[in-house]
């Protein structure tokens, strides 16, 4: 876990240390813990679909559903 400031916000860097599956458990845990609303986690991950040094952005819904 880091903590830093980007434009003067707090945020924390969290890699999980779980298998990809069960990660989203811990990410639950750790925005339960410090009382993080959901509109402000963002969840990156890499995605065989996606070309390289391409990027998706979407706010919901499946990684399948474009």
Same mark, same amino acid.
């Given at each position: ?26 990410? $639950?845990? %750790? ?5 993080? &609303?959901?509109?402000?986690? @963002? $969840?990156? %991950? ?5 070309? &390289?040094?391409?990027?998706? @952005? ?9």
């Amino acid at each position: 876990m880091e903590y830093g400031t980007i434009e003067d916000k707090k945020v924390i860097l969290l890699k999980p240390q779980t298998y990809m599956n069960s990660s989203g458990e811990s990410v $639950v845990e %750790f925005k339960n813990f410090y009382k993080i &609303p959901e509109e402000n986690i @963002i $969840v990156i %991950f890499d995605d065989i679909d996606i070309e &390289p040094g391409n990027i998706r @952005i979407k706010r919901n819904g499946s990684p399948r559903n474009t």
